[in-house]
């Protein structure tokens, strides 16, 4: 469909009269009423649906190309209007009404939409921010959001960060995919950076810049493709197959439009193959040309001749055009052609002498019945015979008769050529007289052009047009003996031709002699050949000869046919070798990337069964479940394992998932182990903050308040016991907590003077400090936040250390999922504090708790059963170790080749060469995981000593370059 605006515009031109033709008129009425038709259409759709309420419906017709409001309300004004009475009145297509009510509820339903529509990108973008989602499909909702709230300069500034990152993002995968071959995915890239509204300018720079290195990549894969289309092209010539040749030429000219584009020079080899293919493919071309117009005229020449209404000269016409091809007319049909127009001859002079002897006869018998008339009336009848008689002769083209009448006339005085029409026969006559000198001028001027029939530069094609002209005897026999010369000049130049084309084939001869005394099967027999099969192709297509010359040609190019066949399976096993070296590079480049590395292999040894890798490669892509996890971990372990660990809970979520995620995909991974046990390093458990958050909402004691006294002693009391002043001055009665084990309370009288601190009790204040580490957003819920929080309650001196081991030990059980590496340390801790009986000491009974014979036992207690420093320790010496582990800097250099015996290293590039790393590879295991081998160590002079276990592996195992992490302790034993 056209574009709406283009088709308004174009209306408008026709309104103001820059347009008048016709057709163009009506053209434009017919794009205008389809554009018409479809936009109101989609109003009827997004109608129905708003009145149905499918709100989601309304915004994909409206958001489709081209936008449906703005659309709609363009062609629905007053100019609209104009252009439907001007088609009215002209009689063309007229276009439907738009009506502007319906644009009106399609847009009242529509902003209905946008508030919802609003939150939901929210949503969306929220989503995708938390996924990390590719910086440009994060930038597309944004676009949309801005679009929503217009009135928000925030979104402007925030789609323009995200259009740097997006950027840079971009240019990141289009440079990865270029280096790994991925043309297709670099096209996609390409097209995402013209298909964007971007704001900034530096896109369409980077746009610029990754087309042209995309045209440079297609262009340098264009130059491989020529060499192996070049090859298959010359089969098809050698098997003169045109319509293979044919679909391999457009196939050359689309590599040569792509090479050029990409600024590369076309290889030289091919195309010095295919420069004389191209000149035969020409000329096959020609020969089929000229025998298609050849079967066409000689059709044309046998319809008129067997069809009774044709007249003579369509035959004489078409026979003079048949007799112009190089074939000329088959001797049947042309006396076919020629019997036909000497029978309509034949018919026109008997109708005439009949109409001589009819005019005769009418003569005499007005003679006979005009004796009675007077002389007048006889001079009248022989006047019009005298008419008659000459308009006949002027008819004939009878100039001689034409002549002895009027000489006749004026000899007897009578007069009779002042008759009209006598006069008018006489213009006719001069008229055709001036007809046949300008026809003799022009067969002078064609026949001139024709040249000299002798000489190569005479014309056939002119001469052929001044045979048209010819009019007399004499011209037709100044015709025949042009063609009659140019004939025996055509001769002689074939001659010369064959004799130049047989020299050519004695050297033929004579290099196809020297060819037979070498090896059929060396490699300077195998280049000979080629140049001698060049040779004859350009010897067999470089001109026209005759048949005794391609004769000795055919019997020179036979000889060809053994030594044909033994080059041709010596080109193929050669090419099958420069294939699979080509294939073996871009595998062993590709050793970094996992699932293009198994496919490269399996396709390998499929294309190439008898190559010393194949069985080897096979093997090695079948393990393909073991190695390619280490390649992917690579890639993914800086952003995943990190000391300290991430101390959100929102973090170590993100983090666990992606683990998780890797652990399903690849579920025999040699580093499965070490990802577990860093999986239980950021375990999270909500049970113990749920109940640690109960017990300080709910246990009695964190509400009570305390006084102390200066001698040390704690009275507890309830929040809504008032004290009540008592009559003596200066002394306060209070209820206080006389027994908790009991539920007991009492009334005590304090001096105020003696009161050293009155207000929230020790334990509440704990609360207070408490809550905030397992609430809110920076709540700790992982083992750091585990230990954190015992810490803050062990130390905390303030609060009674039955109070505190009591919530330690309560907290410690439901702890223990959160601290899974220390449950051995964190059972023996609930062990010691559960002997006390931590629930029948009334800790909150009236006196100086460091009196009771509890206190520094409890005291002691919660030092020596909790020695938070030594699992701080040990617990960060484990997340060092499985972090430094698993976040071992190691890359794929390239992959193990066995083929020669001994084991040997294809490097990725040529850094990788002079690398002193130790190198690695996965070993396949009994078990039903892997494991990680070291096969080889670079020694003082970088000369790499394999281990014996290199001989175990197959040719195409992945080879890791770098040193494995080693932390405080030891890997995990299944990856070492």
Known sequence: MPRPREVIERAERVLEGGVTERSAIEQIAMQYAEVTGEIRARLGQATECARRGLRMEIRSITDARPPLIETAALFATSAAGKWRDFCKSNRLVVPPRISEETITEVQESLNAL??????????????????????????????????????????????????VDSIRELRAEFAAAIKHGRLEEAQEIVDTFRNEDWVRRDAEQAASRCERDLFVALAAQAVERAEALSQEMFANYMAESFSGVRTNMEEWDALGATITRGGLTPPVGPTSVVAPILDWIVAREAEMQIAHETRSRLDGLERVAVDGSSTADDIQARLVDAERMPGGVPDDLRELAQRRVDEHSARVRVRRVSRFVVMGGVAAAVLVSAIWFTMHTVRRIEQAKFAEAFAAAVDRRDDAECARLLEQSRVAADGFDQDQRVLDAQSRLAEAQQKDVDQDARFESAFAKAGDPSVVDGQSDVIESAAQLARTESQRDRVHAWRQARSAADIRAQQTRDAVFLAQVTSLAAQIDALSALSPQSKESIAQLERIEILAANIGSSTAI???????????????????????????????????SAALATLVASSGDPDRLEQLLREFADAHPDSPFAVDFREAASQAGSWKPVLAWVAKAPTLTRVPFPALAQDRDTIRKAIESFRAKYPASPLDSSLRAYLDLLADSQGWTDWLGNILRTWTPMDLKMIELDTGERYYCFASDRPTASSTTGVDVY??????????????????????????????????????????????????????VIRAIRDDSAVDPVARAYLINGLLAEMRASLPQHAAEVDRAIGFLGEEELESIDWLAPGNPTKRADYSRIQQLLVNALPLVEWRKAHDAQAASISKWLASRVRAVGILDRTSGDPAVRFASSADEKSS???YAVAPSSSAQARIVEVASAGSDRSLRFNPIARTLPSGTVLFAGSWNQGPVSPPADTK
Request: glycine share 4%; proline share 4%; aromatic share 6%.
């Open 546 to 580: 005759g048949k005794e010359a391609r004769a000795a040609f055919d019997a020179q190019r036979e000889r060809i046919g053994g030594s044909r066949e033994l080059a041709a399976l010596e080109a193929q096993r050669s090419f099958k070798e420069a294939q699979a």
């Open 114 to 163: 946008l508030t919802d529509r609003f939150e939901e990108l929210h949503a969306i973008f929220r989503q995708q921010n938390l996924a990390l989602a590719p910086c440009y499909q994060r930038l597309r909702t944004l676009r949309l959001i801005a679009k929503r709230d217009p009135s928000n300069p925030m979104w402007a500034e925030d789609v323009d960060r995200f259009e």
């Open 735 to 788: 209820t206080v907590i006389t027994s908790w084990k009991d539920e007991k309370k009492g009334p005590v009288r304090i001096e105020r003077k003696r009161i050293k601190s009155e207000g929230d009790s020790p334990q509440a204040k704990l609360r207070a400090r408490l809550l905030p580490m397992i609430r809110g957003v920076n709540a700790a819920t992982s083992a750091d936040g585990a230990l954190e």
């Open 917 to 919: 790393d130790t190198l």
